[in-house]
């Protein structure tokens, strides 16, 4: 029998509300980044009939030119959402035990609010109106050069 060789798949699509602002840094070769978590809700009944809700908070990490969108259009209880894939990673905390996290990899990221550009010095913002031809989808395909010519087709459509 022929040997089966499974798919490499990795992508994921949440939609949900961000817990808290953005935390934007860059990296020591100044590469924008920026982390934040969506509370995305799931409906269901329950074995009595009645309706419950159950909460998923899910990490997304961003980089280049969609971090830097991601700054300036996000804040708490943004509707995001996000289309990546998993990664996961792992660090030492402060009482040196090691940590793993598992996160979306923003490939992109759609604003669903009607947003307002956040602008001001430090913790002061003031709204100012994004015109509606802006365009309120980015998409970061910096990691598109690690696929096939095939991987790549699929994924264009073409």
């Not at 840094?25 to 009944?45: D, E, G, I, L, M």
């Not at 793993?100 to 002061?124: C, H, M, P, W």
Request: charged fraction near 30%; charge should be negative; proline fraction near 2%.
């Amino acid at each position: 029998m022929a040997e089966l060789k499974m798919p490499e798949i990795n992508s994921v699509v949440v939609a949900g509300n961000l817990t808290k602002d953005p935390v934007f840094r860059q990296t020591s070769n100044n590469t924008p980044v920026v982390n934040f978590h969506v509370a995305a809700n799931r409906r269901y009944k329950d074995s009595g009939n009645n309706w419950q809700e159950d909460v998923c908070y899910v990490g997304v990490v961003a980089w280049n030119k969609l971090a830097d969108s991601c700054r300036d259009r996000l804040k708490k209880g943004s509707a995001v959402l996000v289309d990546g894939e998993l990664q996961s990673r792992t660090f030492k905390t402060e009482d040196g035990k090691s940590r793993t996290v598992v996160e979306i990899k923003a490939k992109r990221i759609q604003f669903l609010n009607k947003y307002s550009r956040l602008t001001g010095n430090g913790d002061e913002f003031t709204d100012s109106v994004i015109s509606d031809d802006e365009d309120l989808n980015y998409e970061d395909n910096s990691f598109d050069k690690f696929l096939s010519d095939e991987e790549s087709n699929l994924i264009n459509d073409k």
